[in-house]
T-cell receptor, first 113, second 111 residues
């Protein structure tokens, strides 16, 4: 069983389109995150939800909107995609404010053409 | 907010030699310091972590040291093997804070 699963694994789309990435964790964790990894491998946090409540919202364009229907799911919707949005997006989850580390999903490689 | 700096950005070592990666952090309230390994095309995976009440932790060939006064921590890999080749990330966080990652170190172990 995959602990943190993301879909899709690959996403190729044209500029201006709207797309969503889904994430689900079966670890019973109470906090979920979205990280963006750019071409230089830098991992930057975007959002964090704790029990469906937004607790971290970094300086991210408002074209990015997270949604957490329950504590096991955190989806990311992106409007009006731009070339600069091309990256690998990782979902992660943790328990107890992350003091036991994060478990990452396998990532979604988004390519905007 | 927290700022984590990581050096070097690339590290080439001969198989069997040791590798050391160093990180510094800025937020004195940070109390959790994990290290992640990311193989090509894969997810980051936690390999070892240390908390602020401990100065050193070891797990087989990997060890981490923490100097709270100087606000730096290091990863040591001994007897390196080709499968140790990957990107390694240090990170730091405080309770309920976000995990701030360093920029990563590409480690290449040559046979």
């Amino acid at each position: 069983d995959t602990a943190v699963s993301q879909t899709p694994k690959y996403l190729v789309t044209q500029m201006g389109n709207d797309k969503s990435i889904k994430c689900e964790q079966n670890l019973g964790h109470d906090t979920m995150y979205w990280y963006k990894q750019d071409s230089k491998k830098f991992l930057k946090i975007m959002f964090s939800y704790n029990n469906k409540e937004l607790i971290i919202n970094e300086t991210v364009p408002n074209r990015f909107s997270p949604k957490s229907p329950d504590k096991a799911h955190l989806n990311l919707h992106i409007n009006s995609l731009e070339l600069g949005d091309s990256a690998v997006y990782f979902c992660a989850s943790s328990q107890d404010a992350g003091i036991y580390g994060y478990t990452f999903g396998s990532g979604t490689r988004l390519t905007v053409v | 907010g927290e700022n984590v700096e990581q050096h070097p950005s690339t590290l080439s070592v001969q198989e069997g030699d040791s590798a050391v990666i160093k990180c510094t952090y800025s937020d004195s309230a940070s109390n959790y310091f994990p290290w992640y390994k990311q193989e090509l095309g894969k997810r980051p995976q936690l390999i070892i972590d240390i908390r602020s009440n401990v100065g050193e932790k070891k797990d087989q060939r990997i060890a981490v040291t923490l100097n709270k006064t100087a606000k730096h921590f290091s990863l040591h890999i001994t007897e390196t093997q080709p499968e140790d080749s990957a990107v390694y990330f240090c990170a730091a966080s405080r309770n309920w804070g976000k995990l701030q990652f360093g920029a990563g170190t590409q480690v290449v172990v040559t046979p």
